[in-house]
């Protein structure tokens, strides 16, 4: 089992700054390759950014390529995601997620088997 804790969300103005951090226990957190997904009022959860178990490999959704950066301290069990040029459109709940299955499956949700319980995010126009 992996426990994960999300922390950092909140209300920032657009063109502002977060950094979320999701904290790790119970089996290795260096044994997993690990994810943040995100999800608006009625919509599905998506893909937004994960890392390789050392950390040496990310992948990013287009939406958001170029703004956040996740990154992971492995020393620390913990995974981060600065969001930076914050718009409106990134206001959801952000889950951070393992992946259980082989790193090229990371875009899909049923390769996750560890999940957070999510912090909102919350960007004003």
């Known amino acids: 089992q992996v426990q994960l804790v999300e922390s950092g969300g909140g209300l920032v103005q657009a063109g502002g700054s977060l950094r979320l951090s999701c904290a790790a226990s119970?089996?290795?957190?260096?044994?997993?390759?690990m994810g943040w997904f995100r999800q608006a009022p009625g919509k599905e959860r998506e893909f937004v950014a994960v890392?390789?178990?050392?950390?040496?490999?990310?992948n990013y959704a287009d939406s958001v390529k170029g703004r956040f950066t996740i990154s992971r301290d492995n020393a620390k069990n913990t995974v981060y995601l600065q969001m930076n040029s914050l718009k409106p459109e990134d206001t959801a709940v952000y889950y951070c997620?393992?992946?259980?299955?082989?790193?090229?499956?990371?875009?899909?949700?049923?390769?996750?088997?560890?999940w957070g319980q999510g912090t909102q995010v919350t960007v004003s126009s």
């Open positions: 119970g089996r290795t957190f260096s044994n997993f390759g």
């Open positions: 997620a393992a992946l259980s299955s082989a790193y090229s499956g990371f875009r899909r949700l049923e390769n996750y088997g560890y």
């Open positions: 890392i390789s178990r050392g950390g040496g490999t990310t």
